[in-house]
């Protein structure tokens, strides 16, 4: 036993060990510039790409009701899925490749690239009227340009800050949540004003000009240069890694049944499109609340304990909440409580990886990590879209509410076994308060 445990703490890098690693593999860092004026100016530049991906990302809802009960009436609900499907796989997938893109041309050109490209989808978008058009358009190019955003917009705050590292997360996940709070009452009034095609160019404009200027403050502090491998078989022979990566998998499929199916859960209860999307937003105000409280949490009692106790959390909601009522007082609280716990495995997980593993490997374990998020899409949306049409008959949402609070407790059942396995084989890996 103590031999098997030796070989799988000689599998995992401790911090003092990385740091060792660091000393002889990366330039010598004198500190200069970490946690200044600069990383805060940096810190929100990221939080505000978070804002416009995700805002749209969470905002999908409001799409989603539109496609299906307006604009492709005669078309089936997984058919309609596809625009999401795609949106969201590479949105969170995309940014697997970000990594090797970096260390060919650098973080800012590889910023640059992911704005262009995303800021390029919505144009597209704005002139399409078929579903293959927007699963090309809002869906991948959209989706990929974002996701290089996002990786970068996730792994600068560890180039920036030290002292006040964990906060600086939290803060660039939080727009993730305050996002919808922007995007969707902006989607919402455009599309009921001057149509689904002016939406698109009006996010077009916004994400030119916020994100746009990310390109300029994104920048190495010091010398950042990822690994030219698409993917590091180390890491992946890291149990750390495929437990992030699992659940992971788990928590992103939990996550997504919320903004596309809520929406129309509200409307099952008579309720007009106004009050779902009010819905969505309170969501969006306690997901971005509960990003920010994130660093908190990851001071008192650990992110993986949290990720613990959010994971579960969510299923019992589910459970004891949206799915047995169908009152729109019961929906709202919660959607509330919901917002709390289900999106934590987003800001805290980056933080698990930013204080375990080395500079130069940040940006392809977010990537892996994403990308299984991404995968988590491309299997969760279709299947539910079939759900929604065969077992539902497009009345009912009963079996997407099941199978949301059912991934949720895989979700929490690898966080348990990945804090225990932690526990017992790997002590100083910090998965424990920090």
């Not at 660091?22 to 860092?29: V, W």
């Amino acid at each position: 036993m103590a031999e098997t445990k030796d070989n799988i703490e000689s599998m995992e890098v401790s911090l003092d060990e990385k740091k060792t690693i660091q000393a002889d593999s990366e330039p010598i860092d004198n500190g200069e510039g970490l946690d200044s004026l600069y990383s805060w100016a940096v810190a929100t530049c990221g939080m505000l790409n978070y804002l416009m991906v995700f805002g749209n990302f969470n905002a999908f809802g409001i799409f989603q009701e539109y496609y299906v009960n307006t604009m492709f009436t005669q078309e089936s609900a997984s058919a309609i899925s596809w625009i999401s499907t795609m949106s969201y796989t590479f949105t969170l997938s995309g940014g697997f490749f970000a990594s090797i893109i970096i260390s060919y041309i650098g973080i800012r050109k590889t910023t640059a690239f992911g704005w262009i490209v995303s800021c390029l989808g919505l144009l597209l978008a704005s002139f399409s009227n078929k579903i293959w058009q927007l699963t090309l358009t809002q869906g991948f190019i959209f989706g990929f340009g974002s996701s290089i955003l996002i990786n970068c917009s996730i792994v600068i705050p560890s180039l920036w800050f030290d002292k006040y590292r964990n906060l600086a997360i939290a803060i660039t996940s939080s727009g993730s949540g305050f996002g919808s709070l922007v995007v969707g009452p902006i989607v919402r009034k455009v599309i009921a004003q001057y149509g689904l095609h002016w939406s698109f160019r009006v996010l077009f404009f916004i994400s030119f000009v916020v994100s746009g200027a990310s390109v300029y403050f994104f920048k190495p502090r010091t010398t950042f240069t990822p690994s030219r491998n698409l993917v590091d078989l180390h890491l992946l022979k890291r149990p750390l890694t495929m437990f992030i990566c699992a659940g992971g998998f788990f928590a992103e499929w939990g996550y997504i049944v919320l903004p596309l199916y809520f929406p129309s859960t509200i409307a099952e209860i008579g309720r007009s499109r106004v009050d779902a999307s009010n819905a969505i937003i309170f969501f969006s105000a306690f997901s971005g609340i509960s990003r920010l409280l994130s660093s908190v949490m990851a001071s008192r009692i650990g992110p993986n304990m949290s990720l613990i106790y959010a994971m579960f959390g969510s299923a019992i909601l589910i459970f004891s909440m949206w799915l047995p009522f169908k009152s729109f007082i019961v929906y709202f609280v919660f959607v509330g409580l919901y917002g709390i716990t289900c999106p934590l495995f987003f800001p805290l997980t980056p933080v698990i990886i930013s204080n375990n593993y080395e500079k130069k490997q940040l940006s392809q374990v977010n990537g892996l990590a994403f990308l299984f998020y991404g995968l988590s899409s491309l299997i969760g949306i279709p299947l539910m879209g079939f759900m929604v049409d065969k077992i539902g008959k497009r009345e009912s949402y009963t079996s997407v509410k099941v199978l949301g609070g059912v991934v949720f407790i895989f979700a929490g059942i690898v966080m348990t076994a990945q804090y225990l396995y932690c526990r017992r084989y790997i002590p100083k890996l910090k998965t424990g308060k920090i």
